[in-house]
């Protein structure tokens, strides 16, 4: 105890609450089009809880709930929806790693043409929740303390991290406009977060990129076809900088090559677009951070290339017993 007093005498309590909190959690993003996004892989206190809740409105020539973000020529989707989920940090073998759910849910609405037939409708309801687990392979020891909070510098750190959708969600095989995808899917990547500079609060930089590979279970019954998807390959590079102790901004780059469909023997397109963005963030108090970002696809001109334009909101909540302990303290 004496030596969380000594370091909390150091600093000036407010401050080391929203240090605690705001280096907090991972998010696998359902809408896979905008990526996961800036400093979602910060390592934070273990122990910490985090409830996300992300807005999102986006429209182009691909389902935005479909992970192989299969565009179809001529096709127009739009969609707004909203994403809650949980997720804890905690030490597994002396690492730290992250635990999250996530469930979407909204409304989708199309005009497709497809096979000869055109579809027009829209969707709503719930989607596949997603389960995602990360763990840390090259980087610092876990934060388990606040002493080694007031230590912490990520350098150049590498997690792995795993996520499955379950086909669970709101799926009609009457129309290929549907939120849930009536197939299993997942990804595997490899996070990477490289500390430029110094690591203090109001001038941090880092550079960090996350590739990852989909991976996609046919769907045997879509509009009554089957539809086999090639594993899509996913790359994300963001430049980020502290612009006040608690603004930051970012400069996002997302790629996206491979995952070609083929229904009932009909092939379509490999992907080969990008996407370029920007997000800034901002720590509301000591539990709540808010994020905004817009990213648009560019080298679109073709037809059969991937179309999307979208925006975000994504607000998390988060606490943790011991930084709730310190605001008592604080209080008394």
Do not use: C
């Not at 969600?169 to 490289?194: K, L, S």
């Not at 469909?261 to 963030?281: K, M, Q, W, Y």
């Amino acid at each position: 105890m004496k030596q969380y007093l000594s370091a909390v005498s150091s600093l000036n309590v407010r401050n080391l609450i929203i240090i605690a909190l705001m280096l907090i959690i991972s998010w696998p993003n359902v809408t896979q089009a905008q990526g996961d996004g800036p400093r979602f892989y910060w390592k934070g206190l273990m122990g910490t809880n985090a409830v996300p809740v992300i807005g999102s409105s986006l429209s182009g020539n691909a389902n935005p709930m479909d992970p192989s973000n299969t565009p179809i020529p001529g096709a127009s989707f739009e969609a707004t929806m909203a994403t809650v989920g949980y997720a804890k940090m905690l030490p597994i073998f002396k690492r730290a790693a992250l635990v999250s759910v996530i469930v979407p849910m909204g409304r989708i609405s199309g005009d497709v043409s497809l096979g000869g037939l055109k579809y027009k409708s829209m969707a709503r309801g719930y989607g596949d929740p997603m389960l995602q687990m990360g763990i840390n392979i090259i980087g610092p020891k876990p934060i388990m303390n606040i002493p080694d909070m007031i230590r912490y510098q990520p350098k150049f750190s590498v997690d792995i991290i795993g996520s499955l959708a379950i086909p669970i969600g709101e799926y009609d095989n009457t129309t290929p406009i549907n939120i849930g995808q009536n197939r299993w899917y997942g990804r595997i990547g490899a996070p990477i977060v490289w500390q430029l500079g110094a690591w203090v609060p109001g001038r941090r930089t880092t550079l960090e990129f996350l590739p990852a590979v989909w991976l996609m279970s046919d769907n045997n019954d879509f509009v009554g076809k089957k539809m086999h998807t090639e594993p899509m390959y996913q790359v994300e590079a963001h430049l980020t900088r502290d612009f006040m102790e608690r603004l930051w901004g970012s400069l996002d780059v997302i790629s996206y090559s491979g995952g070609k469909a083929t229904i009932d023997g009909v092939e379509g397109s490999s992907l080969s677009n990008f996407g370029v963005g920007g997000t800034l963030g901002y720590q509301i108090n000591e539990n709540m951070q808010v994020n905004a970002s817009y990213s648009s696809t560019i080298n679109d001109n073709k037809p059969e290339d991937l179309k999307m334009d979208g925006f975000r909101i994504t607000i998390i909540y988060g606490w943790h017993k011991l930084v709730e302990g310190m605001r008592r303290l604080k209080n008394e």
